[in-house]
């Protein structure tokens, strides 16, 4: 087992990937760094400045370089005898349409293979995200932004969507038969009832209405999901008639801008989704997935499942096992349902590989000892180093320096139960 003597955060992000990494190791070791603590390294939302709001586990995030740059960077650390300990977020990803794990449990719901590996309440008692999932990301009432033409239905390779601004969902695969059938005479009436395209298009609705109930055969109906979409593509790019038929639907849906009454069926669309879009704000009064802390765009995984833990981690340790990591550390380990169960199978498949959590104790808090672990990240150590450098003769001018500035007096005990109350009340707050 490693043990790292010193070592130095290097913050990975489109401007510093790992090319640009390669050509500090040298001058690190010289500064006598024993080992490299690297931020989230995996696929994350695009733009990303930290790599935590990561969208895939399995994958190393393009924008940081090739995977022979990766390589040539793990060459280099080797030659100067450094190690490389991977910060590793467990406990969330991104809420965005990157994550595929997630967009395929809004498009198939219950009969996605994803459906439990995000933390939701899909049984919440109010009617409105019962057996559905909050997203509130409009930058204002959700009727205001429909009225306004800023939510809208689009239509692609990939499929039918819901777009806001730079946010794209996929819609329910039974409400692509919502959208289709809708005045479907008009486009019989121009190709004729023995169009072979128009049969195939009959043959898309009977694939819909078929699609195995959730709990059945889950490769047969990402089967058929994908022959739908590649078929329905073929026939709008194909035939002109459906392209026309398809792009009018569209427009009819998105309602007109100034008439009220015009967006009544993309409302209806919307409420047939397993998704309610909602003004932010509204996360702080109904929200039915844990987040990170009140973060609405951060959505926390279920890794107390073993399926979801092994698929999550299949990629660290695969890297741990090719020697490229020589140690973890956990971020954010309070926000696991059971921490102790996660570190036990973190260190049945890591063996004896050097592990620390980050966790904030308090003065008179202790790790606790059953866990299988080398440590914290240290931030009471640098809590004790930053007390070096602050007078505490001073303390009591302090005190009444502040409370004159609040007009009150309040020990600092009562102050932190009240602002925690705060938070946990006003801002983290679960019906």
Known sequence: MRIPISTYRIQFNPFLGFKEAREIVEYLSELGISDIYASPIFKAREGSLHGYDVVDLSKLNPTLGTLEDFEELIKELKNQRMGWIQDLVPNHMSYSGENKMLMDVLESGESSIYFNFFDVDWNHPYDSIKKRILAPFLGRLYGESLEDGEIRLIYDHNGFAINYYDLKFPI?????????????????????????DFIKLLGIFYSLKNLPAPGEDFT????????????????????????????????????????????????????????????WKVATEEINYRRFFNINQLISLRIEDEAVFNHTHSLVFKLVEQGKFTGLRIDHIDGLYDPTKYLKR??????????????????????????????????????????????????????????????????????????????????????
């Open 172 to 196: 329910s695969m039974q409400s692509y038969l919502t959208i289709i059938t809708y005045k479907l005479n008009t486009l019989r009436k121009r190709l004729g009832e023995e169009h072979p």
């Open 220 to 279: 047969q109906r990402y089967n058929q999901i994908k022959f739908i979409k590649r078929m329905l593509w073929e026939l709008y790019l194909k035939n002109n008639e459906i392209k026309k038929f398809i792009e009018e639907n569209i427009q009819i849906f998105n309602g007109e801008k100034g008439n009220p009454g015009s967006f009544n069926l993309l409302d209806g669309l919307l409420s047939e989704q397993n998704f309610r879009l909602s003004f």
């Open 346 to 431: 973190l260190r049945e498949n890591l063996g004896e590989l050097y592990l620390v959590v980050e966790k904030i104790l308090n003065v008179e808090e202790d790790i606790p000892h059953f866990w299988p672990v080398h440590g914290t990240t240290g931030y009471e150590f640098m809590n004790y180093v930053n007390g070096i450098f602050c007078d505490r003769s001073n303390e009591k001018t302090f005190d009444k320096i502040y409370s004159s500035f609040i007009d009150s007096t309040i020990t600092y005990e009562d102050l932190v139960a009240e602002k925690k109350r705060l938070i946990i009340g006003k801002y983290m707050a679960e019906i």
